[in-house]
């Protein structure tokens, strides 16, 4: 699916916990491409695994009341590409590439390992992710059913195929072009639920206004937004607050995330009642 409109999130949602990793990208924190049996060449399915699997890890709960949102603007592009190149060249085709190429067979493979049984979707959006996978996971929580959604974020550096596609797309509203190395990948996960104790980080819509004036546009589909979210999730469980986040690009959404920190521990207090 893609879409340009902006859907609001009608109810506020709580992320009980939040991943990123990156790599290739030569940002500070980059790490090795994790390993995943099955999915070979490409930076995609190993990242999302990664995130989601530090999410599922961190806050394990029942798979069949769980239900997971990838976005991504043009999916799994090096395997894609690498598909083509073998068959204008002649040579034989790879039944593997095929299977990897397609986002769904990575949260196949999640939902294997930690037994989801939810629905799944994968979603592409020209502009920030962060606004359509939240609206998803509003909707989706509203299914008596399910009690958490994983919504995740991956994003690849690509050739000049994808190069091209960025400059067809910029073309029209001037928003840059990525300039990510070829073989570099990003990815962001949060697990959301609705508010309650266990998750202390509440997220609703606001008005862009409440913080300051939007940040500047960042290319199309660009997973920036949350890797954003997810590092002001971490930081409102250290230190308590609020704090704006709004969506760049056109129309941009705007969310305020809120935190009730939990007393500091009285150590007499938690002796007494051991």
């Not at 992320?15 to 999915?39: E, K, M, Y």
């Not at 609206?135 to 919504?151: C, G, H, K, S």
């Amino acid at each position: 699916m893609t879409t340009t409109e902006k859907a609001a999130l009608r109810s506020p949602l709580a992320v009980l916990t939040s991943a990123t990793a990156t790599h290739g990208t030569g940002r500070d924190g980059d790490i090795a491409l994790p390993r995943l049996p099955g999915f070979v060449e490409s930076a995609f399915s190993p990242l999302a695994y990664e995130v989601a699997a530090r999410c599922l890890t961190a806050c394990p709960g029942d798979g069949s009341r769980t239900a997971v949102a990838l976005a991504s603007l043009m999916g799994d592009t090096t395997t894609a590409d690498l598909a083509s190149t073998r068959m204008v060249s002649g040579r034989v085709h790879n039944p593997l590439l095929f299977m990897q190429a397609t986002p769904n067979s990575v949260l196949g493979h999640l939902s294997r390992e930690f037994g989801i049984t939810g629905q799944m979707f994968s979603l592409s959006t020209l502009d920030d992710p962060v606004t359509e996978l939240l609206a998803m996971a509003d909707l989706l929580l509203e299914d008596p059913e399910l009690d958490r959604v994983l919504v995740l974020g991956v994003e690849l550096g690509g050739g000049e195929r994808v190069a091209a596609v960025h400059r067809e797309l910029t073309a029209e509203d001037g928003r840059p072009v990525p300039d990510l190395p070829e073989s570099a990948g990003l990815a962001a996960a949060l697990l959301l639920t609705r508010p309650g104790p266990e998750a202390p980080v509440t997220v609703r819509a606001t008005d862009a206004d409440d913080g300051g004036r939007p940040p500047a546009a960042d290319h199309h589909g660009s997973v920036q937004g949350l890797f954003d979210l997810a590092a002001t999730h971490r930081r409102l469980l250290r230190d308590g607050g609020s704090q704006v986040l709004a969506a760049a690009g056109p129309a941009a959404a705007a969310f305020l995330l809120s935190s009730e920190r939990l007393p500091e521990r009285n150590e007499t207090d938690t002796h007494a009642h051991q």
